[in-house]
């Protein structure tokens, strides 16, 4: 059942039971007024939900005319494999670089109307959570957090919509099933920002870009998120990390995993390579140890400790860290073992935005998913989403090349893609995207 139909159906049951007087038979004309008017409210939201949401394919239709690169690249498979990145420098048409410029700066003002939002300006609003099925927040985020939290992205707890912040006391936690907050689409502009922009929709699903990613990964993607990275001056740098997806920790190998995921990273303005321009650094190779855990705080740090010990094990030459310096339009894909680093930014701000693409995991084989499904643990007032621990057998961990079964792996990645697009695109609503069964914007079947 979609979102949508299932917030009607609710606002159908809130709607009976007020009929019927049945939510309090002392209820005052004045309450029942305010629970109508919520209501009307909530059903509005849905309704310009919908209509923007048909804009955002509309508009993305449009500009899928246009080419996105300029030149269909060819990957050398041979060195994606030693190296697990490709640097695609000033691949954007002049048109697309500007247009995707553009769109991290729309999602900019949508986050920060968000962060800035007062969830509990009305009675109104507060009756607006109820009828969404929400507990509104118990008090808004300080002055201070939201001013942190202005100008830039990947500032708050995940993707702006969780607590600890700007939600403590609410049920709301981002893009969880469809349980959407009274104000936008509902969910954090830049948890799925091409829901919230026609270019990077259209960015996602472009056929320069798709036959770009099958060159990476096989005929089979599905998109795992969507997010922008805006760096705002003041920005400490990321850390240098790597992300998990299949064959986490089985150890050194010397091809890519069968089920791969990329990371895009599109720079629409570029960076400079001085190391406080928010640059981009990378080991070409790093992928090929299979670290889903490998954390070092800076460049000093990595060259001491990961680095230190590592060679290619293709090549044999030591491993080493490559800062990147961008002209704009520039594309950086990145499979999703290979460490990376983001350093600090000091003057006005770095845009860019993430595409991820995978090769579905039909099989349910991926060990991640236990991972990162998240638990929603009770405490006091508050809730908190934790990671559930991964626990591997030691012939788990011994077998090379195994992926990993698990009869009971949650069967979705709903929680960064949010599920009124899955069925967008399940309904061949989506410019580039196939309807059921090859969506890319989920591997369920949508009833
Ligand atoms: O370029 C960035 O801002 C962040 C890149 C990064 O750390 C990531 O994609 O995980």
């Known amino acids: 059942m979609g979102a949508t139909t299932r917030c009607r159906r609710r606002l159908g049951v809130l709607w009976s039971q007020l009929a019927a007087g049945s939510l309090g ?19 509005r939201l849905e309704d310009e939900r919908a209509t923007f949401r048909r804009r955002v394919c509309d508009e993305a239709r449009e500009l899928q005319r246009e080419p996105l690169f300029t030149h269909d690249p060819v990957i050398d498979q041979e060195q994606f494999q030693r190296d697990g990145v490709i640097v695609l420098e000033g691949i954007y048409t002049e048109a697309a670089t500007r247009r995707l410029t553009e769109a991290c700066k729309s999602i900019q003002k949508y986050n ?4 800035n939002k007062d969830w509990l300006e009305s009675p109104l609003m507060l009756a607006a959570w109820r009828a969404a099925g929400l507990r509104p927040p118990t008090a808004l985020g300080s002055p201070e957090l939201r001013a942190q939290m202005t100008g830039g992205t990947q500032l708050g707890a995940r993707d702006s919509s969780s607590s600890p912040g700007l939600f403590d006391g609410s049920d709301f936690r981002g893009l969880q099933a469809d349980a959407r907050a ?29 036959a770009l990613q099958r060159q990476m990964l096989g005929p089979d993607l599905r998109f795992d998120h969507c997010l922008v990275f805006n ?11 790597t992300h998990a997806y299949s064959e986490d920790g089985l150890g050194l190998t010397t091809r890519n995993p069968l089920l791969g995921e990329v ?48 060679r290619h094990p293709i090549t044999g030459r030591p491993l080493v860290r490559e800062r990147l310096a961008l002209p704009p339009g520039s594309l950086v894909a990145a499979l999703t073992h290979v460490p990376h680093y983001v350093g600090p930014r000091r003057q006005g701000v770095r845009y860019a935005a993430l595409l991820v693409y995978a090769n579905p ?27 559930e621990p991964l626990e591997l057998s030691e012939t788990e961990r011994q ?49």
Request: hydrophobic share 40%.
């Open 112 to 115: 920060d109307a968000w962060v």
């Open 182 to 210: 009274p104000f936008l689409q509902g969910f954090c502009p830049e948890a799925f920002a091409c829901g919230y922009d026609p270019m990077l929709l259209n960015a996602y699903t472009h056929p320069q870009m798709l």
């Open 361 to 387: 995991d039909h099989t349910r084989a991926l060990p991640w998913r236990r991972r990162r499904r998240r638990q929603r643990v009770a405490a006091a007032d508050q809730q908190e989403w934790q990671d």
């Open 399 to 447: 077998q090379p090349n195994f992926l990993r079964r698990s009869a009971t792996t949650p069967t979705t990645h709903a929680d960064s893609v949010p599920v009124e697009w899955q069925q967008l695109a399940a309904a061949g609503q989506v410019p580039g995207v196939a309807g059921l069964h090859s969506n890319l914007f989920t591997e369920e079947e949508l009833i």
């Open 231 to 241: 760096r705002k001056a003041g920005f400490e740098g990321g850390g240098w990390h």
């Open 25 to 43: 038979r002392h209820r005052d004309a004045e309450s029942e007024a305010a629970e109508a008017a919520a209501l009307a409210l909530v059903t």
């Open 263 to 310: 990371r895009n990273l599109l720079y629409p303005e570029g960076f400079g390579g001085s190391g406080e321009d928010g640059d981009l650094s990378v080991v070409r190779g790093g992928h090929l140890y299979r670290d889903d855990t490998m954390r070092e705080a800076n460049d000093a740090a990595m060259d001491a400790g990961w680095l230190a010990s590592r």
